[in-house]
């Protein structure tokens, strides 16, 4: 089957597992289930007779602009849409970035069971949104902060304790503005972070000269050092891990890098008030 057909044939599923009533048409004389064919091109602004064209593998390639047009006429999921661009185009669509709500409950718990690895999520845009006990007795307490100001750039430009955490602050910033550069880019977000790059680029020289020079960098895993005011030099490893079926979010875990790393969090978290 080739390309064309399959993408008629999709087209074809998806409009017979659609209840006409949710889209606000009559159940009356249907003798097939779902959509018809008129229906869904009056919802996606094309003619009948083109998009019958299309299910029949006759209308020739469609643009990216109608096929955008179908997948909300037919009320797609992203990777319905995705897999509807696939067929069509041969690629994925242009990426459309949504800020996230939250997290589960599962996720936080699987937070809360790394009992001396300070763990948090972010999005795209670097906004932490949950976070377990260790980060917030070793990183950030960031429950104390503004809902807004819970971004991993801000604070590393505008929070004078996240700077004096950092062995060599200069390094670990660049890293995260070419970091965080790549990931916005990835996920479509760059209107979405405008008005804070504005912000820091009015306020750090810093952050202004480092966003200039547009270098762009994965953010893995590696090893860094914090200098906590109680414990001292912290030796940590990090990593950092998509969240399987949130591809807007990312999971970063610092784990003590040796035993007496780990006896330094186990203390903290101790003489912490609960």
């Known amino acids: 089957m080739n390309d064309v057909n399959s993408l008629g044939a999709y087209l074809r599923d998806r409009r017979a597992k659609l209840d006409p009533t949710a889209f606000g048409f009559a159940l009356k004389r249907r003798r097939t289930p779902g959509l018809r064919r008129e229906e869904v091109a009056q919802r996606a602004n094309v003619s009948a007779t083109w998009y019958t064209w299309l299910e029949q593998g006759r209308g020739g390639a469609p643009s990216a602009d109608v096929l955008d047009r179908i997948a909300r006429a037919m009320m797609l999921t992203d990777v319905e849409r995705e897999h509807l661009f696939l067929l069509g185009l041969g690629r994925p669509p242009e990426v459309r970035y949504h800020a996230p709500e939250g997290i589960s409950p599962r996720l936080q718990r699987v937070l809360d069971t790394l009992e001396y690895s300070p763990a948090f999520i972010?999005?795209?845009?670097?906004?932490?949104?949950?976070?377990?006990?260790?980060?917030?007795?070793?990183?950030?307490?960031?429950?104390?902060?503004?809902?807004?100001?819970r971004n991993v750039?801000?604070?590393?430009?505008?929070?004078?304790?996240?700077?004096?955490?950092?062995?060599?602050?200069?390094?670990?910033?660049?890293?995260?503005?070419?970091?965080?550069?790549?990931?916005?880019?990835?996920?479509?977000?760059?209107?979405?972070?405008?008005?804070?790059?504005?912000?820091?680029?009015?306020?750090?020289?810093?952050?202004?000269?480092?966003?200039r020079d547009n270098d762009v960098q994965g953010h893995g895993d590696g090893v860094k050092v914090l200098h906590h005011p109680t414990a001292g030099p912290l030796s940590m490893e990090f990593s950092a891990f998509a969240v399987g079926g949130r591809p807007d979010l990312n999971m970063v875990i610092y784990n003590p890098a040796t035993p007496a790393d780990k006896d330094k969090i186990r203390a903290l978290l101790k003489s912490r008030p609960k």
């Open 122 to 149: 972010r999005t795209a845009t670097w906004d932490v949104i949950a976070w377990n006990k260790p980060a917030a007795t070793v990183l950030t307490d960031y429950s104390t902060l503004p809902e807004g100001q």
């Open 153 to 211: 750039l801000r604070m590393m430009f505008r929070d004078s304790r996240v700077r004096a955490a950092q062995k060599n602050w200069q390094t670990v910033a660049r890293y995260v503005v070419a970091s965080f550069r790549a990931d916005v880019a990835r996920a479509g977000a760059a209107r979405n972070v405008q008005s804070l790059v504005d912000e820091l680029s009015a306020t750090s020289p810093e952050f202004a000269a480092m966003w």
